[in-house]
């Protein structure tokens, strides 16, 4: 029994948060256990949130379901390792510094130990060398990983915040550059010279998984190329063209095939040759190939051995300098354009010439851009690093697929977002990026003796992390680098993918605590997404399968996005989030238990909106459940289901077996909205039917045998409903506990299904009697009488031998002076007040 001064006379949600988290922290309550065996483990691969602003209620609502599945799987005895991250490198923090502090990196700027930032920023962006950037990188993530502490802290997440980590940090750089050491050992890494999706914005290039399509408005020009003409949004690439193509069947253009034409305005002769990609459909049928306008550009490039004739530069400009094969007299108006300048400026010359054929049409269509960039991608020829990753071989492509279906999807629906990612693959993955605030590629190179560097001799170095720009390779002295016969480091970072990719290997010590890493990996449960399927999901796969060849995680838990009004996915970097609905807002308005209920019911991998009103029914349920809790500890009963003798208890405990059984078996397949939906169901009904039939018993009205059982069957009952709504409403599921039990409900066991012969008793006694319930309430609020109000005559139709079995509690329930039974197949009731 609890003590009565546990009990607070008038119980509050109020200081709940403040006073539990507080408790959690300092009792360890959610620390893992790591002599825990493997197989009591259950392994989170936690999102690392990206410090690129604030967290976004779309935030709170997918890791909230996570942490629901955490405290359940804590519950039903498993050792739960869930650690947290910050992705603090990459472009998203990158562009956060730069406008938040108005400055760009320049790193041929020396360090300036005194720089300070503006404290206004201006239109014009302050220069500063690389090493004080990334200390303003360091900076800003500083400040927004402890507001993000913060947040989660209030959420309830109950994670192991011993287990933090960084991807900037010594861990995440030692595992990201030993990742990459592997497979340029294993020939999975290779370098390449070659057209490469480049970002104007930021100046780096990208992979094809960071590409998003964005209508926008263009124009189909038809341009004459002797006897043909051909249809593009591209015009300022005709310097750039390398050959016109076809389809291999299309009879318009058989005969010409091996022929050769030239290019309007620039006279360049270029090959009419054959291509299954060509679409006749499309336009003249003929397609003029450039190098490069998109991707397909670079596979006729590649499968037709073109040459190479670049325009277009990293700075989203054409060259100054004509390319090969071009005249530089006629390509001396375009030279230095920008793309819209060299638009207009071809089309005038190709109008001027007779070469337009009919003035141009306008389109929207969809162009390609870097999904945090502002301007369309290029396609420019740099020096990249890539990982293998099937694009191009059809063997690892199959063991991908392979992999997707031996992998777990909640939803199920979600692999074959996997699955054709994976088969539309066009390139291997470019992990390297010409940015600063990242992991750096771990290499050097000798430079010769004119002091360019040897790249197919790479020096790998010993000791990890290390960062070529300030490290020096063995024998070698700071004085040599950049000297002939010296060394130079590799100026680039990997992606940040390339360290994310790898969250479970960093997460679980891979390289410097073996017996842990054995112990958490393969992990138990991947949560993230479904946008970034194709990112982290397939990267952290692929690296897995090349490191380890095994999967990273049993169980991919895909998550859906929040929407906005205009039901679009809100978003950090669309900043599409109302103040209103900021999480720190929505969280003071109605407290975490209700926000948490909001997120817990809504199905794995659905969109949702934001909806106040869910969040209301949230924080009356947790209010119920404190009163409810509060009166039936009232009376003073232990949970003990062999008193439970007579026909409604029975029938009660009957219920709660089965609702144990429904929830614990959908939470075993993820689905926690079923659980909490089979168990709030059940809760209503106890304390607005239940808790009303045997209230007078209860309270002693009747032979001591028939009170315990009452008092029993509402203990059993408040500490299954306490337990199975643990996970969704963790705070006021644990200053209940605290009220009668002992240590904490987050570390009690999971309710198990009652043994029989309870499970077996018979619902239709509290089904039957819950209906004449309603039917006597109804009367007296039609009446207008309040509830205690007398029946002079009760007139039921029904299975007489049920009804007599819950005659007693019926009478003293709805103050029932007489009674009449008939026997019939349909129950009814007449009310007489």
Excluded at 12 to 41: C, H, I, M, N
Excluded at 356 to 368: C, F, N, S, T, Y
């Amino acid at each position: 029994m609890p003590e009565a001064e546990r009990i607070p006379q008038r119980p509050s949600l109020d200081g709940l948060e403040e006073k539990w988290a507080g408790v959690w922290e300092v009792e360890g309550t959610y620390r893992f256990d790591r002599t825990a065996p493997r197989e009591r483990v259950f392994s989170i691969d936690t999102p690392p949130p990206t410090v690129s602003g604030p967290l976004h209620i779309g935030h709170v609502f997918s890791y909230a379901q996570t942490d629901i599945v955490a405290r359940f799987q804590r519950m039903r005895g498993r050792e739960v390792f869930y650690p947290i991250g910050w992705d603090d490198n990459g472009l998203p923090t990158e562009r956060r510094v730069q406008l938040t502090f108005g400055v760009q990196c320049d790193p041929t700027l020396p360090y300036d130990p005194e720089f300070r930032p503006p404290e206004k920023p201006g239109a014009e962006r302050v220069l500063v060398g690389r090493r004080n950037f990334v200390e303003l990188c360091q900076r800003q993530t500083d400040i927004d990983e402890q507001s993000y502490e913060r947040l989660w802290k209030h959420v309830g997440l109950s994670v192991d915040w011993t287990l933090l980590y960084t991807t900037i940090g010594d861990r995440a750089r030692a595992t990201a550059q030993r990742g990459f050491l592997n497979s340029l050992a294993r020939g999975e890494a290779y370098p390449l010279d070659g057209p490469t999706l480049w970002d104007v914005t930021f100046g780096t290039a990208v992979a094809q998984a960071e590409l998003e399509d964005r209508e926008r408005p263009g124009a189909w020009h038809r341009i004459k190329f002797g006897d043909f003409s051909v249809e593009t949004t591209r015009p300022e690439l005709l310097p750039a063209c390398v050959a016109l193509v076809a389809h291999p069947d299309d009879e318009r253009f058989k005969a010409h095939f091996g022929s050769t034409v030239r290019t309007p305005v620039f006279g360049v002769e270029v090959p009419l040759l054959a291509h299954a990609l060509a679409d006749p459909e499309k336009g003249s049928g003929l397609v003029m190939v450039c190098t490069f306008g998109d991707l397909t550009d670079v596979t006729w490039w590649r499968d037709l051995d073109l040459p190479t004739r670049t325009v277009m530069q990293r700075n989203g400009r054409l060259g100054l300098k004509a390319p090969d094969g071009v005249d530089e007299d006629a390509y001396a108006p375009v030279a230095g354009l920008t793309v819209s300048q060299a638009r207009e400026k071809i089309v005038a010359l190709l109008r001027a010439s007779g070469e337009l054929d009919g003035e141009p049409r306008a389109i929207r269509h969809a162009v390609k851009f870097y999904e945090k960039g502002d301007r369309p991608v290029e396609i420019v020829a740099t020096r990249q690093w890539y990982i293998r990753n099937g694009a191009r071989s059809p063997e690892l492509r199959e063991t991908l697929l392979a992999r997707g279906r031996e992998l777990r999807w909640t939803p199920e629906h979600m692999r074959a977002r996997y699955k054709h990612w994976v088969e539309g693959l066009t390139g291997d993955w470019v992990i390297s990026r010409q940015r600063f605030f990242g992991v750096p590629i771990p290499l050097w190179y000798r430079l010769d003796a004119d002091g360019n560097p040897i790249h197919d001799d790479p020096i790998v170095p010993k000791a990890l992390p290390m960062d070529p720009s300030s490290d020096t390779p063995p024998g070698y002295e700071e004085i040599d680098r950049g000297r002939p016969g010296g060394f130079i480091g590799d100026p680039d970072v990997m992606d940040t993918w390339a360290t994310s990719s790898l969250t479970p290997q960093i997460a679980g010590a891979w390289l410097d605590d073996p017996d842990l890493f054995e112990r958490v990996f393969p992990m138990d449960m991947r949560p993230q997404a479904h946008e970034i399927i194709r990112t982290w999901l397939f990267t952290t796969l692929l690296r897995s399968h090349l490191e380890h060849g095994a999967l990273p995680w049993r169980n991919a838990a895909i998550a859906g996005w929040i929407l906005d009004p205009d039901r679009k996915k809100l978003s950090k970097s669309k900043n599409n989030a109302r103040d209103d609905d900021s999480p720190e807002v929505l969280l003071e308005r109605f407290g975490a238990d209700a926000i948490r209920y909001w997120a817990g019911s809504a199905r794995r991998g659905v969109d949702t909106a934001i909806d106040p009103n869910q969040m209301k029914v949230g924080r009356r349920l947790a209010v119920k459940l404190l009163n409810a809790s509060r009166f039936v500890l009232g009376f003073g009963g232990a949970p003990e289901p062999d008193k439970v003798t007579e026909p409604v208890d029975l029938a009660l405990l009957a219920a709660l077996s089965r609702v144990v059984s429904e929830a614990t078996a959908a939470f075993e397949e993820f689905d926690y909205a079923r659980a909490l939906e089979v168990t709030e169901q059940f809760f209503w009904t106890f304390c607005d039917d239940y808790v009303e039939l045997v209230k007078a018993r209860a309270y002693g009205e009747a032979a001591p045998a028939e009170v315990d059982s009452a008092r029993a069957a509402l203990a059993v009952a408040l500490s299954t409903v306490q337990r199975l709504f643990a996970p969704f409403l963790p705070y006021v599921a644990e200053e209940v506990w605290s009220w009668w039990q002992e240590g904490s409900v987050h570390r009690a066991p999971w309710p198990a299904a009652l043994p029989e012969p309870l499970p077996a008793g018979d619902q239709a006694p509290l089904r039957l009697a819950a209906e004449v319930l309603g039917a006597i309430r109804r009367a007296k609020s039609a009446a207008r009488q309040s509830m205690r109000a007398e029946v002079a005559r009760l007139e039921v139709a029904g299975p007489v031998a049920t009804l007599e079995r819950v005659r007693a509690d019926l009478t003293a329930a709805g103050n029932v002076r007489d009674w009449s039974l008939v026997e019939a197949a349909e129950l009814s009731a007449t009310v007489t007040l």
